[in-house]
């Protein structure tokens, strides 16, 4: 039988758990069964989610991130779409049935901080905001500060949002809507 760390190498090239908790998760089959989900589609041309993973990982030592920063990264990037998988396309892909709630719950198996919590809850809610300003050319300042108030590592977040849009297939303007968001309430 292959150890967690062989069988989540299959599904994210070149990955070595760095921590006890990268062991854990990634020994977890709900967790393999996430990784392998996909094929190539808009926004993620890479396909499978683990090589979506991959490509953050690699991008993580790129920017050359250490110590904690690094490891709350590395936790989240393993996590965040794992659960695309478990959407039912039946329901609406909103609260308990988008894939980063069910990625956030997965999660609180493994930790209770509500710092890595929360990134992996609204990492693509700045997308979600940005399209509806693109649609409407307005998102109501209260969709912001609501999204902003639940983040109690702002800094995390705005960072794995960086690092999320990093890979190919992903645009820039959700990025750069959140940071012109940010400094309007100075808070960039």
Same mark, same amino acid.
């Given at each position: 039988?292959?150890?967690?760390?062989?069988?989540?190498?299959?599904?994210?090239?070149?990955?070595?758990?760095?921590? $006890?908790?990268?062991?854990?998760?990634?020994?977890?089959?709900?967790?393999?069964?996430?990784?392998?989900?996909?094929?190539?589609?808009?926004?993620?041309?890479?396909?499978?989610?683990?090589?979506?993973?991959? *490509?953050?990982?690699?991008?993580?030592?790129?920017?050359?991130?250490?110590?904690?920063?690094?490891? $709350?990264?590395?936790?989240?990037?393993?996590?965040? *779409? =794992?659960?695309?998988?478990?959407?039912?396309?039946?329901?609406?892909?909103?609260? %308990?049935?988008?894939?980063?709630?069910?990625?956030?719950?997965?999660?609180?198996?493994?930790?209770?901080? %509500?710092?890595?919590?929360?990134?992996?809850?609204?990492? *693509?809610?700045?997308? !979600?905001?940005?399209?509806? !300003?693109?649609?409407?050319? !307005?998102?109501? *300042?209260?969709?912001?500060?609501?999204?902003?108030?639940?983040?109690?590592?702002?800094?995390?977040?705005?960072?794995?949002?960086?690092?999320?849009? =990093?890979?190919?297939?992903?645009?820039?303007?959700?990025? %750069?809507?959140?940071?012109?968001?940010?400094?309007?309430? %100075?808070?960039?």
């Amino acid at each position: 039988m292959s150890s967690p760390a062989v069988t989540a190498a299959i599904h994210v090239a070149g990955f070595e758990p760095e921590n $006890d908790l990268e062991r854990a998760v990634t020994a977890d089959p709900r967790l393999l069964v996430g990784l392998a989900w996909g094929r190539p589609r808009r926004g993620h041309p890479e396909g499978a989610v683990g090589n979506h993973v991959a *490509d953050l990982l690699r991008t993580t030592d790129e920017w050359g991130e250490t110590g904690r920063r690094r490891s $709350d990264l590395r936790f989240i990037a393993l996590v965040h *779409d =794992s659960f695309k998988y478990a959407v039912s396309p039946l329901r609406p892909r909103t609260g %308990e049935n988008h894939h980063a709630m069910r990625a956030r719950r997965f999660a609180e198996d493994y930790t209770s901080e %509500e710092r890595l919590l929360a990134v992996i809850e609204l990492h *693509d809610r700045p997308y !979600h905001l940005w399209r509806r !300003h693109r649609r409407t050319g !307005h998102v109501p *300042d209260r969709k912001g500060d609501d999204m902003i108030a639940r983040l109690p590592d702002l800094s995390l977040f705005v960072r794995f949002v960086e690092l999320d849009a =990093s890979t190919e297939g992903k645009r820039p303007e959700p990025v %750069e809507w959140l940071e012109n968001e940010l400094r309007k309430r %100075e808070l960039a």
